[in-house]
Structures are given as C-alpha cells and as structure tokens.
C-alpha cells in the first residue's frame, strides 16, 4: 500500500495556498498572494496542484485544511471547501489551526502568534495555560515567539499536521475564532402587545 496522498490549503489570511503531500514528501505547493477572491482562486489552484503532479481527485486519502484563527471569510471558504470535498470523496477532512501548522517542526515551548486586526495579536502560548487569545500587540514572552511562515510552508505544515492525525478521531473542520462578536446578541424581550 502507498503512503497517503494528502492536499492541504489555507485562505485565512490574504493568500490562497495549497500543498500536496505523500508520505514525508510535499510534491508541490502553490500561493497567490490575494486579499479578495479566494473562493474564485481555490478550486482551480487545487485542481493545477493536482494535475501538474499527474493526480485526480479520486487518488487523495484527506484533506487537511487551515481552520483559523484568520479572516472571517477566508477560514469560511476553507473549511467549506474541505467538508464539500470529504463529502463528494468519502475521505476525511483535518482542521489544523495556523497555530500548530507555525508549530510544526519548531519545539513545544514555543508560543505561536498570529497577526489580527486593529493592532493586536491572536496568541497560543501553552506553557501559560491559557486557552487562544487576543491581546494588543506586541506580545512578549521568555520563549520563542512564532509568527506564521509564509503561505506555502504554512500550507504544506497544514499537510503534514493533518498527515500525522490521519487515522484518529477527527471532528470535522470548524473555524477557529478567538474574537469574540463585534455586534452584541439580541437580548430577549417580551413581544409587545399591541
């Protein structure tokens, strides 16, 4: 039996990247650089990653897709993308935040960082037992600090996460916010009677 094929991608923040892995190797990995337009970019990136490597669709065995934190609408593309394609496939689809895929490789007293708006920072420092969090930037901290590679590292690092979590119990993708909601809930009010 061969090892896995696995295609990873990622659109949370301004790119479209993608990876394709088998075993150990990434065969080939693509970005574009973009602040709009990935849910037109990413199935015909996907599609050429595929094809240049001489693959179909039907040849994968997951899916590993970039789950945040990020943009809003980019992680929303992603993560649709990666359940639409683990449906139509019948193969498994792995959420892996840009947090572990910046981690990937690097050791685990390191604290990674991701840049969000408005001057701050969405920071993941395990050692300090906290869950993800958002705080002004910048962070500081006696351990390595970690920024995001660049979209095509962190896209195959989304591949090889997903590579080493294939075969356990995986929920499906789900985005990763750490923000709360800008916009408060609508509180419950008795119906007016008129």
């Known amino acids: 039996?061969?090892?896995?094929?696995?295609?990873?991608?990622?659109?949370?923040a301004a790119h479209c990247a993608a990876a394709l892995l088998r075993g150990d190797e990434i065969l080939a990995s693509k970005v574009v650089e973009m602040s709009?337009?990935?849910?037109?970019?990413?199935?015909?990136?996907l599609e050429t990653l595929l094809t240049d490597q001489g693959h179909f669709w039907n040849?994968?065995?997951a899916i590993g897709v970039g789950i945040g934190p990020g943009n809003f609408t980019g992680i929303r593309i992603s993560v649709s993308a990666a359940r639409g394609l683990s449906l139509a496939l019948n193969i498994p689809a792995i959420g892996v935040s840009t947090f572990?895929?910046?981690r990937w490789g690097h050791s685990s007293n390191?604290?990674?960082t991701v840049p969000a708006p408005r001057d701050h920072i969405y920071v993941l420092d395990q050692a300090s037992g906290k869950a993800p969090h958002l705080?002004?930037?910048p962070y500081t901290s006696e351990r390595e600090i970690l920024s995001p590679p660049t979209g095509d590292i962190l896209a195959s690092n989304i591949a090889r996460c997903a590579s080493a979590r294939l075969g356990a119990d995986n929920p499906r993708p789900a985005p990763l916010y750490i923000r709360s909601a800008d916009a408060a809930p609508a509180r419950d009010q008795p119906p007016k009677i008129l």
């Not at 039996?1 to 949370?12: E, K, Q």
């Not at 709009?36 to 990136?45: S, V, W, Y």
């Open 1 to 12: 039996m061969s090892d896995p094929l696995i295609l990873a991608f990622d659109t949370s």
């Open 36 to 45: 709009r337009g990935q849910a037109e970019e990413l199935m015909p990136l």
């Open 59 to 61: 040849d994968l065995s």
């Open 100 to 102: 572990d895929a910046t």
């Open 110 to 112: 390191c604290v990674a």
């Open 135 to 137: 705080t002004p930037a």
